[in-house]
């Protein structure tokens, strides 16, 4: 078991490599390929209506003549060590982590990262173990009680759960609970060490919204995986042992029947980290998602850049988490 | 003393959306303690749905189940499901055909015959694991004490169908239904879980049922059989009377189709035509008359209008269900274990169908 979780996370490394690598040749060389100077390149990085002076010192900056593997080198080097911007004449400093520098706002991005990360988080977090015990429990009702009005309603709402965005869901939310009858008035994030209270009561909204959307799917994951395991051959093994239903259904069923939604959640959980963009565009929460949507919009490409890198990471961490945690759950899967 | 298990008139039906599936029709029986009684029978002909209704595992599907199933003069088909399940696993427990499906994969096995033990027993967690421990050793598992905490992936077949075995014995059941426990088994391991449940039955003193379309695998472990047709009895009688002189065509068949060491090689075995039938549309009268090659000696149209009442013929306690009379079944066993196998003109004949060739 330890052997295979240090496998998974030498693996782990390699992979976060080959993203950084990735990410690096759609940032550096997929514009080089298609015919731009270092100093049409280095254009973009300043901002709007740049002086001449300042796309060269930008240039040199970046290093933007020289080999790309030394291009690349110095990308690692600033995400483990940090790294001088110099051309000469000033040097932009940007301190480890350094998942880039932008030239438009004069100063890094990971700190920005940094303090945009708790609101996504905290809405994440939140919405995920909302979702969690509501789909996984509505779903496993549902699947033993097949063909009843239960089951048929709340598949009807999950199908409706699952089609609805969440930026129309989230709008009637708060047309109705903030505006209508301001149960949750004033819908803005205030940080958990700020205020516990406000923080929860200002998240109720996104948290339904969010986990709305995706208790309707794993209801309707569990109700197919329940349905599936409670068929099985062990299920009536276990009953033949003079079983109680309910150990039957949640300690043999519901075991079996969580595996695949274990992996999935891992992996839902992980993309949302990277920016919950529509649940926080629609509740004007300045987390990561926000922070990519005006990086986008402000074409500021270290600021993208260093999102990508930040989502990527997320993903890939769940991933392995979620294969250690398959092991755990899974003992066939331990070799 | 009452018999352990007594079954009359059992009758288990599914209604569903093609017509109600008369599964077990009228089925009777008894066995004491200590005995062993095989059912044998084709796919679909009732013996695993009659084994599931003894342990009431029908409960809270949509069978309809009448009748009586008494445990030790208890009725189990009014019985609670409460009450049911106390004594499902305690006091008649069950192994199933496919060991690796039947044990849960993410359990290990000693938690699993744990959990058998502790449900109808009020013991502590050392207590259940010295009796797994125990258990393990008594049906032939090596170290038990370390493959206690091994998976059921982690076995071969024939040692997951030993686990299987030790967690039926686990509350020392008083019946113990096999329902097909060598199936799904290499042939080498076949004689080895038969010859186990044969000796922890003279150990635990249980009595068995042996579930199987194998007839030679009641024929080494059974005090009597029933041949099961079509949800009824098509013969019933002791072990030694069913080899000896089998009285049933259907019976005649089961054995014709079976390859044996007493026979030249050159011998053919004999399928049984045609298919086991639907449930839904049982054949009225005998339900074996479309596939039997003796209707025409039975006079006017009775195999296809009357059902055949279970009567005994040839020894007390031994009946079948067959219009022929016993004169005519005694000349026409002595013909066929004269190996003048009638079946051969007919499966001559019917040579241009190569699957009815397979045995059934």
Sequence with gaps: MIYFIIRRLILTVFLLLLVSMITFAIFFLVPRLAGQTAYQL?????????????????????????????????????????????????????????????FRNQQPVWPQLISDAPVTLSIAIGASVLWLIGGVSIGVLSALRRGSIFDRFSMGVALAGVSLPVFFTGLIALELFSYKWPIFPNVHYVGITTNPLLWARNLVLPWITLAFLYAALYARLTRAGMLETMGEDYIRTARAKG???????????????????????????????GGAILTETTYSFPGLGQFTILAIQNQDLPEIMGVVMIASFFIVVANMIVDILYAVVDPRVRF | MAPLLEVSDLRIQFQTDDGLVRAVDGLSFTLERGRTLGIVGESGSGKSVTSMGIMGLHQGTKARITG????????????????????????????????????????????????????????????????????????????????LDDYPHQFSGGMRQRVMIAMALSCDPELLIADEPTTALDVTVQAQILDLISTLQSEFGSAVIIITHDLGVVAELSDDILVMYAGRIAEYGAAADIFGRPDHPYTWGLLA??????????????????????????????????????????????CQTDVPPL??????????????????????????????????????????????????
């Excluded at chain 1, 690349?72 to 940007?94: E, F, L, M, P, Q």
């Design chain 2, 257 to 302: 189709s079976m390859p044996r060491l007493d026979r030249a090689r050159e011998t053919r075995l004999v399928p049984i035509p045609g298919t086991p039938p639907s449930l839904i549309r049982v054949p009225p009268g005998c339900p074996f008359h479309p596939r039997c090659r003796y209707t025409e000696l039975v006079g006017g149209h009775r």
């Design chain 2, 311 to 360: 009567r005994e013929a040839v020894t007390p306690g031994h009946a079948a269900a067959c219009h022929l009379t016993a004169d005519q079944r005694a000349r026409q066993w002595a013909d066929l274990s004269a190996d003048k196998l009638p079946g051969e003109v007919q499966a001559d004949e019917a040579a241009g169908e190569p699957e009815a060739r397979e045995p059934v």
């Design chain 1, 42 to 102: 280095a254009a973009q990085y300043v901002g709007r209506n740049p002086i001449p002076s300042e796309i060269k010192a930008v240039e040199i900056k970046l290093g933007l003549n020289a080999p790309l593997y030394l291009q690349y080198g110095r990308y690692i080097k600033g995400i483990v060590a940090g790294i001088h911007y110099n051309n000469g004449t000033d040097i932009s400093y940007c301190p480890f982590p350094c998942f880039g520098y932008s």
């Design chain 1, 243 to 273: 079983l109680p239903e309910r150990t039957v259904v949640l300690k043999h069923g519901l075991r079996a029947a969580l595996t695949p939604i274990v992996t999935i959640f891992g992996l839902d959980l992980g993309l949302l980290l």
């Design chain 2, 68 to 147: 009586y199933i008494r445990l030790d003069g208890e009725d189990l088909v009014s019985a609670s499901p409460a009450r049911v399940r106390e004594l499902r696993g305690s006091k008649m427990s069950m192994i199933f055909q496919d060991p690796l499906s039947s044990l849960h994969p993410y359990y290990t096995v000693g938690a699993q015959i744990m959990e058998a033990y502790r449900v109808h027993n009020k013991v502590s967690k050392q207590a259940a694991r010295n009796h797994a421990v125990d258990l393990l050793g008594r049906v032939g598992i090596p170290t038990p004490e370390s493959r």
